[in-house]
């Protein structure tokens, strides 16, 4: 039972449950010496310049953070300073308001901190434009809005200074997390029965889709604060670390034997179990792991796994002189038993790393991170302005909800019908898929806040009791945003209808018209992403799958071309595992999207088949990085063969110039008896067949895309 300390501390490093602490301690600032000072409107206004700050705030160092901070609090100064000088000359204003949507979504294209800042900018001036009617002079909004957003981000800037690297410990914990729940998943594969390992398949891609993403971020987080010619231990400490989970999240995605068979040849052994038990051990060993991380704590590995597997590989000795295992069996076996102790050894690691103090000597000198490469601006000015990309579509199909938004608000004379605009803001998405789950939490979230918000202003009518309730809806909003977005809304609706209640001078019940506003705005956000260039993902399944093929063929040259007295972990050798599970994932996820969509069942069905296909040679790919310096290796016409086949399909379906008719890739007969000898035939016979697939379905995807074009 953890203590209390313990309990407070962990609460104290949860990344969401901080991030809303902060939050509200820049309120219950604002808001309590408004309420001092008898200026509770001006307070609350105060209060949403606040909200719409943290929700375009970006993780970086000090530094750029400041910078950042300044070119924000400009544009939140311009943008709401244009909102008041033009609200009131509609002709103009409607004009000025689609065009600047446009732009402010194009921005996102300059990396995530334009993007937020875009979206931030939006926020605050629709912000503006719901309180204009209740703003006593010019200069009242400009100022409260950009001030409380000031305010926050000079709070968030001191605890930075003062925990400069705490950002990157919550993002780090996750990527263990989410590995502990990979292994977890992994693991029923050794005690489900067949029937079962579909939907356990289809889990463990989402498990996998969270763990590329997050190791993903918390490489951009690693690259925004390293520096040439400047040593951190600390900063050295978490770099190893994110290695570290890097290499076990390939030893967890690799696959030596097929689940089936293994289920079959080893009906009834206790060899099975022994298999899933320690897999299980070793997914909450790395929980345990992210949360020593988390809280700063040094991480135990403890002896038990290392028990285990000493039982484990007698157990297996033990079962074979039973029951005389084949050499097909008993080699993939042995090296799935060495992969597990590969990942306890990197645990054990984990274990000096996070000792304190941190040792002189971290063994991350000379390590660097793949860095993107910085496009010229004209090249990324004629990506942008293309109708085919993703964020020249997002920004028509706003600016048109908008549009068409500020029409109804003029036309119908809505002094408050900026909601409407607020909502498609929240709910119009770059995807399909994305807005309609957005559509039905948004609606569900806002109706169920609006039926709380009636017996909670009857209840509650005093200031003191509403602003006690507005600062816990703004609490609990920031730490279900990121993880349940309908708590998220239902919470924020209840803030913004109190935050209403108490900075204006209207009192009467506003519920059933923000009610109606958020219908309005759902609704327009719904017919812009079906009918304005509907981003159908399965548009994009011919490049994606080009995409992943040539990725896995680089992921491939790349364990071909390891030397035994190369550095495992190289530099390039990381970037092309990245590659192959970054296209790993949006396979994945397209598959996802398309489940949603208007598609016939047999573009499902072949999404499916490519996804689950690429991801069991991406599988068998890892099996080959991981064993790659223990003599595991395909002799180099193998490889050729496999890459030639994947690059051809790449290339005709990047090009769109038709796959040829090729014959399928001959599997290897009996070559050699050594184990690593009996592994890697067993994976190039494997991966022929997937790759055979792989090219048939490239072929029927590429005849379907070019029968039916896309609109």
């Given at each position: 039972m953890p203590s209390f300390s313990q309990w407070l501390r962990r609460i104290f490093t949860d990344s969401h449950f901080f991030f809303a602490l902060k939050v509200m301690l820049a309120m219950a600032s604002l808001l309590l010496g408004g309420w001092w000072l008898e200026q509770v409107p001006a307070a609350v206004t105060l209060s949403l310049g606040a909200m719409a700050g943290a929700l375009s705030e970006i993780d970086h160092r000090p530094g750029p953070r400041l910078a950042q901070l300044a070119v924000g609090l400009i544009c939140f100064f311009g943008a709401v300073t244009g909102v008041t000088v033009l609200i009131d000359i509609p002709w103009l204003f409607g004009p000025v308001l689609v065009l600047s949507t446009f732009c402010l979504i194009l921005a996102g294209a300059w990396g995530q901190a334009a993007g937020k800042l875009g979206f931030g900018t939006l926020l605050v001036s629709i912000y503006a434009m719901q309180g204009h009617i209740d703003s006593p002079h010019f200069w009242y909004q400009p100022l409260l809005l950009t001030a409380g957003a000031a305010w926050y981000g000079i709070l968030s800037w001191l605890i930075l200074v003062l925990l400069p690297y705490k950002p990157v410990h919550e993002q780090l914990a996750q990527c263990y997390f989410a590995l502990s729940r990979y292994l977890l998943a992994k693991s029923r594969f050794f005690d489900s029965p067949d029937e079962l390992h579909q939907g356990l398949r289809h889990q463990l891609a989402q498990l996998n889709i969270q763990l590329v993403n997050n190791l993903e971020l918390t490489k951009q987080m690693l690259n925004r604060r390293l520096r040439k010619n400047k040593e951190d231990a600390e900063l050295a400490r978490l770099l190893d670390l994110y290695l570290l989970v890097q290499s076990m999240h390939e030893q967890a995605a690799s696959s030596h034997y097929s689940y089936r068979q293994l289920n079959h040849a080893l009906s009834q052994a206790e060899v099975l179990t022994g298999y899933q038990v320690l897999l299980a051990e070793l997914g909450e060993a790395c929980y345990r792991l992210g949360l020593a991380i988390l809280t700063h704590r040094p991480y135990d590995a403890g002896k038990r796994i290392g028990w285990e597997l000493s039982?484990?590989?007698?157990?297996?000795?033990?079962?074979?002189?039973?029951?005389?295992?084949?050499?097909?069996?008993?080699?993939?076996?042995?090296?799935?038993?060495?992969?597990?102790?590969?990942?306890?050894?990197?645990?054990?690691?984990?274990?000096?790393?996070?000792?304190?103090?941190?040792?002189?000597?971290?063994?991350?000198?000379?390590?660097?991170?793949?860095?993107p490469e910085q496009q010229p601006l004209g090249e990324r000015l004629r990506a942008l302005l293309n109708p085919d990309a993703i964020l020249f579509r997002h920004g028509v199909r706003l600016s048109v909800?908008?549009?068409?938004?500020?029409?109804?608000?003029?036309?119908?004379?809505?002094?408050?019908?900026?909601?409407?605009?607020?909502?498609?803001?929240?709910?119009?998405?770059?995807?399909?898929?994305?807005?309609?789950?957005?559509?039905?939490?948004?609606?569900?979230?806002?109706?169920?806040?609006?039926?709380?918000?009636?017996?909670?202003?009857?209840?509650?009518?005093?200031?003191?009791?509403?602003l006690v309730i507005l600062l816990v809806c703004a609490f609990v909003f920031f730490t279900q945003v990121r993880v349940h977005y309908s708590w998220a809304v239902f919470f924020i609706t209840l803030f913004v209808l109190l935050a209403f209640n108490l900075q204006g001078t209207e009192r009467a019940p506003v519920l059933l018209p923000r009610l109606l506003d958020t219908l309005a705005g759902c609704a327009l956000a719904y017919l812009a992403v079906w009918y304005i260039w509907p981003d159908w993902q399965r548009r994009h399944l011919p490049q994606l799958l080009a995409g992943a093929m040539r990725a896995n063929a680089g992921y491939l040259n790349a364990i071909s071309r390891h030397s035994p007295g190369e550095h495992k972990e190289s530099l390039p050798y990381r970037i092309a595992r990245k590659q192959a599970h970054l296209a790993d994932n949006k396979l994945a996820q397209a598959w996802q999207n398309i489940r949603v969509e208007p598609v016939s069942r047999h573009w499902l069905n072949a999404c499916f088949e490519i996804a689950y296909r690429n991801h069991a040679l991406l599988s068998y790919l890892s099996t080959l990085g991981v064993h790659r310096d223990q003599g595991l290796i395909l002799p180099p016409r193998f490889v050729d063969e496999l890459n030639g086949r994947l690059c051809a399909a790449a290339d005709a379906l990047a090009n769109k110039s038709g796959l040829l008719k090729q014959p399928p890739l001959p599997v290897i007969a009996t070559e050699g008896e050594q184990e690593q000898d009996i592994l890697a035939r067993q994976l190039h016979n494997n991966m022929v067949l997937l790759v055979n697939d792989l090219y048939q379905l490239a072929e029927s995807v590429e005849q379907d895309a070019q029968a039916h074009q896309p609109g």
């Open positions: 039982a484990l590989r007698d157990q297996l000795d033990y079962s074979h002189l039973r029951r005389h295992y084949s050499a097909e069996l008993m080699s993939p076996l042995r090296f799935l038993t060495r992969n597990m102790a590969h990942v306890h050894q990197a645990l054990l690691q984990a274990q000096a790393l996070t000792a304190r103090p941190p040792a002189a000597d971290t063994g991350s000198a000379g390590i660097e991170l793949a860095r909800c908008f549009a068409l938004g500020y029409a109804m608000i003029t036309a119908f004379e809505l002094e408050r019908g900026y909601w409407i605009l607020l909502t498609s803001l929240f709910v119009c998405q770059p995807s399909f898929s994305a807005t309609r789950q957005r559509l039905s939490e948004r609606t569900l979230g806002t109706l169920a806040g609006i039926v709380a918000a009636l017996p909670l202003l009857w209840l509650f009518p005093s200031v003191e009791s509403q």
